[in-house]
């Protein structure tokens, strides 16, 4: 089986896996760039478990009606306060924090502006917005989980703790996919969904017979992809399915035209010295990939004649070290 990737270094690459012999490298960078180690916003040591409060409601803050008044005054305070926790030299912290203000109240003009008259709607009460932005900036908390949602494609993704934030990177995926031939009317699977933006995005490509089959051992991914399917209105095409990697998917096999999947890759001993949105936040299970980070590819790719037709494709993600 060949091989035609989109690798980067040295963080990340996506592969495309088919029986004709071809091969092409494109480098693209895929974590973000960690804070500088000097910040004054680092906490001394990693939460030990990220897991949020027993009733923090876990709906994301976009999707919220907004029925929480508060007076202007109050909401412009607020606004000091938590400008005034970050140093001028973080403009990427200062960019959250009107992220934040528009998702709260709906109004992206609310960052800057607090002349309108009568009391401000948000969609979670002040005290609620105010450890949000404690825990981003104090803990070390990925902004995606703040205000529950990341950008990808065209898409506006929900994402929660327990679930992996969609990289720009792993859009490049999609773009693969569309390049074989008769796609759109072709069974995939998605293995690992996380969120199910892939699941999302490639339904919304497909036509006619076309279905993505996305799966994942994580019932907070299940939650999380179900909600993303159903918000965007692709019920008819994903079917989402709880269980590991193949297991879920033993009614079809030798029926997929793909297999497409973006496994844990990052070697074990590696974990400790990623950034802490990631490193501390980010769930483990789809993060580590063992002793080399081959590990779940290497069962992935054992598992791929069950699954795929003659022919089929096996795009996926992975990472390779360059010393």
Known sequence: MAMLALSSRPLSSSSFLRSKPRALHLHRHLLPKPLGS?????PPTPRADPAPAPDADPTPLFLRPASHRVPRAALAAFRRRAAALVPPTAPHLHRHLRWLLADATGDPSAATTSSSEGPALLRAPLEDLEA?????????????????????RDLVVAVREGVLIPRPETEAIIDMVRAVEDFADGWWADLGTGSGAIAVALARELAGQGRVFATDVSEVAIDVARLNVQRYGVQDKVEIRHGSWFEPLEDLKGKLMGVISNPPYIPTDDLPGLQPEVGWHEPKLALDGGKDGLEHLLHLCEGLSSVLKPGGFFVFEFMRSVN
């Open 38 to 42: 000097a910040s004054p916003l680092t």
């Open 132 to 152: 949000l932005w404690l825990r981003h900036v104090r803990e070390r908390t990925p902004f995606q989980y703040v205000v529950g949602n990341e950008h990808w």
